[in-house]
């Protein structure tokens, strides 16, 4: 059952940058991601039917808050079993010649015990984006207030909420999950060789990461109307201060300014290894 390889997980709620980031360590010459899948974003959560995809907890945005969602080493899934079943889901899409393989799902964010389960020799790696910028680019990307499902668009407040939810979760995972790299967002790229180095030495890796993919200067489009919201209309003006007055303390818990989101402080202590 793929005996010697080393498994990398990559998780990040969307639109936090977990799949240039996974492409960043797929691009490595010792790795491989899932590739010519068919599937969203060549995430492993769409190629498996051993765990319920995202849909089943309400999609993106929604997910973490159901707590069946949250699958860890006491879940009835966590077999051998299921672990063989994963892997021939996913082999045919990896080069089985590389000696590391990468599977990103955003899911993974708070199923790293159970992955840890099935697999305990493997690694674990999340991306942690400030949930507002994370929230207002994924409104972008639904932007039907009613999508061809049915499903209502989350409001803002709810998404940010949700990430906040999320992050609490992995943060209380986090003591019991041995190998457990977070990145932040904003870190990476700023400093894309000082990030890239601390994944290379995380992974054990005797080469550097390429860092030619990962792009810059995604946040400010989302800070610039954050802050027109200060002083947009009467809607706009109570949506950002309901965010700011209800969920202000959870998004300094993640080390963020809710008001400045330029500002980043240290991350939660839970996720510093």
């Known amino acids: 059952m793929l005996e010697g390889k080393q498994l990398v997980f990559v998780g990040g709620l969307h639109r936090s940058g977990t799949t240039p980031l996974a492409n960043v360590i797929a691009a490595h010459d010792e790795f491989s991601g899932l590739t010519e899948t068919g599937v969203s974003e060549n995430e492993g959560q769409h190629l498996q039917d051993v765990y319920p995809k995202i849909r089943a907890y309400g999609g993106m945005g929604r997910f973490a808050n159901a707590e069946a969602a949250h699958l860890t080493e006491d879940s009835a899934l966590a077999t051998p079993e299921n672990?063989?079943?994963?892997?021939?889901?996913?082999?045919?899409?990896?080069?089985?010649?590389?000696?590391?393989?990468?599977?990103?799902?955003?899911?993974?964010?708070?199923?790293?015990?159970?992955?840890?389960?099935?697999?305990?020799?493997?690694?674990?790696?999340?991306?942690?984006?400030?949930?507002?910028?994370?929230?207002l680019a994924l409104q972008k990307w639904m932007p039907r207030i009613v999508s061809r499902n049915g499903r209502r668009r989350s409001s803002l407040s709810a998404l940010v909420a949700h990430s906040i939810r999320a992050h609490q979760v992995l943060a209380a995972d986090a003591p019991l999950i041995r190998r457990l790299h977070v990145v932040r967002y904003e870190d990476l790229v700023r400093e894309p060789e000082r990030e890239l180095g601390r994944?290379?030495?995380?992974?054990?890796?005797?080469?550097?990461?390429?860092?030619?993919?990962?792009?810059?200067?995604?946040?400010?489009?989302?800070?610039?109307?954050?802050?027109?919201?200060?002083?947009?209309?009467?809607?706009?003006?109570?949506?950002?201060?309901?965010?700011?007055?209800r969920l202000g303390p959870g998004v300094a818990s993640m080390g963020y300014d809710i008001e400045d989101l330029g500002q980043v402080g240290a991350l939660p202590q839970a996720l510093l290894r």
């Open 83 to 135: 672990a063989r079943r994963l892997l021939e889901a996913w082999q045919p899409y990896w080069d089985l010649g590389k000696p590391r393989l990468v599977e990103k799902s955003p899911s993974n964010l708070i199923m790293g015990r159970f992955l840890q389960a099935l697999f305990p020799e493997s690694s674990l790696v999340i991306v942690v984006r400030h949930p507002v910028v994370s929230a």
């Open 199 to 245: 994944l290379q030495r995380f992974l054990g890796l005797d080469t550097a990461l390429p860092h030619g993919i990962i792009r810059g200067g995604q946040n400010t489009v989302y800070a610039d109307k954050w802050e027109v919201m200060r002083s947009g209309g009467l809607l706009e003006r109570r949506q950002r201060a309901l965010i700011v007055d």
